[in-house]
């Protein structure tokens, strides 16, 4: 027998809402779709009204673990319409801070999956090992989340011989931790057992339904913004793509496991080929009519960011398309057949960033299907006639001890 | 690879004989990075009144004000509960009246608490 479940959008197993809704047989899922629009914030409208600079910040704020992503993307699409070519010095710190955030990233997400797989240790050493890059984002930018490193025509801050010393030391130690985790994700037979075979995407299935990023690369595609459209000093480091033909979850994980090894090598190189000079060159208030396509590889997958500019010191249009948006075809096809136990690891095998893929909500009668646009005093008058019926009596209800 | 049994046992173990690696937070402080974004810290001495500061701030947290009509004297107001603590006012400003300092623990109950006057 057929029956139907919603899923969200407020559940234990998610950490941000959203909604699924599921056809199920027994307890295999045979269909599955996906209701986004619970934590729109208007990000996109609000950057029309602010100049290029304060959007800096604004970017930024899209998303609270890519954060530098978001920005650089910005910032590279302003650069371009600007047309203005940035400093050597400044853009290997950019690079270096990118590479940096990918690493915190994956930590987050190793520690992420070994949570979802029921390997809580693994969660607490990753996590334990995540604070040290954090510290090190502290040092050079002084700030452990949000780094405002970004300024056009370069980077705001400089790195010095001792930090420079200071960040060659302690990447020793993630090597060595990483490696540890590589050996133990393959070799711990609870944890390969637990991921393996879960969350299926043929190498097929990934390229029709646009997957991006690791899930894309951990179904055989060797497709990364970096290598295939470089950006900053990409061109000039030595790395390969990662990837891993398994087309599951333990696929994502040592793909990310893979990339995070990578990553310490470029910022080897990085630190170790600062160019010296200037780390950033005076960039111009306002912008010539044009508009810009901006890429970026984020640790979730492709960023995109699209500007348009009017010439004056705002820009016209700021479209964003996280990396998460482009991943949900893929997550649905991964639930197909898959069991309810499995949701929340195929969710977090895709690093879910639920607020930064919120672009638009739309107003669907849920029994009808039709949708309407309303004006910001309608949906007040709409809370407000339902705030009315609200049953108060609870409130009375005493603590009984 | 071939699979081993509990090899993670050997890093749990080691564990429990090792200090906790959390910084018992009230009681012990680590000291904060050299350039961290802490507060605002404005020198009225050096405003020459361009208002770069406020068109730049993404938060809207800076108010310059004229003190006197003759003289070229100012003093700032800022909106400690609107701050993002990104430091642009510090980079915008041409005369470098503004510096971050190391200042964390500023949480207050009332957000009016959070204003500051420099003059």
């Known amino acids: ?401 | 690879m071939s699979l081993r049994i509990a090899p993670f046992l050997p890093e749990l173990l080691r564990s429990l004989f090792n200090k906790p690696v959390t910084v018992k937070y009230p009681f012990e402080k680590e000291a904060v990075p050299k350039d961290f974004r802490g507060t605002v810290v404005f020198d009225p001495a050096k405003c020459i009144g361009c208002n770069i500061c406020v068109n730049d701030c993404p938060a809207e947290a800076i108010e310059i004000i004229r003190v006197s009509e003759t003289e070229k004297k100012f003093k700032m107001l800022l909106h400690n509960d609107r701050c993002i603590h990104c430091a642009q006012c510090v980079d915008s400003c041409p005369t470098k009246t503004y510096r971050m300092d190391g200042e964390f623990e500023i949480a207050v109950l009332d957000r009016h608490q959070l204003k500051i006057e420099y003059k």
């Open chain 1, 1 to 401: 027998m057929e029956f139907k479940v919603q899923l969200g959008p407020q559940h234990p197993a998610l950490h941000e809402p959203i909604s699924i809704r599921m056809t199920l047989d027994g307890e295999v899922i045979r269909d599955a779709d996906l209701r986004l629009g619970y934590n729109h914030r208007g990000i996109e409208k609000l950057a029309e009204s602010r100049t290029f600079i304060q959007n800096l910040y604004l970017t930024e704020r899209i998303c609270g673990i890519c954060s530098f992503s978001h920005q650089t993307c910005y910032t590279q699409g302003v650069e371009k319409l600007m047309e203005l070519v940035p400093a050597k010095r400044g853009l290997y710190i950019r690079t270096l801070v990118c590479e940096l955030e990918r690493v915190h990233s994956h930590l987050l997400w190793l520690g992420v999956a070994g949570q979802e797989a029921g390997f809580e240790s693994f969660f607490m050493y990753t996590w334990r090992d995540r604070e040290v890059v954090m510290d090190i984002l502290d040092w050079i930018s002084g700030n452990r989340v949000h780094y405002s490193m970004n300024t056009f025509g370069g980077v705001r801050r400089d790195i010095d011989e001792m930090q420079r010393k200071k960040i060659l030391d302690t990447l020793g130690l993630l090597k060595q931790r990483t490696d540890y985790y590589l050996n133990l994700a393959a070799s711990e037979p609870t944890f390969v057992g637990r991921l393996a075979g879960v969350g299926k995407l043929s190498r097929q299935q990934a390229i029709d339904l646009c997957a991006v990023g690791p899930t894309l690369r951990a179904s055989g595609v060797p497709m990364d913004v970096r290598k295939d459209d470089p950006y900053a000093v990409y061109a000039e480091i030595p790395f390969e793509v990662a990837t891993a033909d398994s087309c599951d979850v333990l696929g994502r994980a040592v793909v990310r496991v893979k990339e995070l090894i990578q990553s310490y090598n470029m910022i080897e190189f990085l630190l170790k080929n600062l160019p010296e000079g200037p780390f950033k060159v005076k960039a111009p208030r306002k912008v010539k009519p044009n508009e810009v396509y901006s890429r970026y590889e984020a640790p979730r997958g492709e960023n995109v960011h699209y500007i348009k500019s009017n010439g004056s010191d705002k820009p016209e249009r700021l479209k964003v398309r996280a990396p998460t948006l482009a991943n949900y075809p893929a997550t649905i096809a991964m639930l197909k057949n898959g069991f309810i136990a499995d949701i929340p690891l195929i969710f977090a095998a895709i690093d879910p960033c639920i607020c930064c893929a919120e672009r638009l909500v739309q107003l669907e009668d849920a029994r009808g299907g039709s949708s309407r646009v309303l004006s910001f005093s309608q949906l007040r008058a709409m809370a407000n006639e339902r705030a009315k019926n609200t049953d108060f009596t609870k409130r009375e209800i005493a603590w009984p001890f």
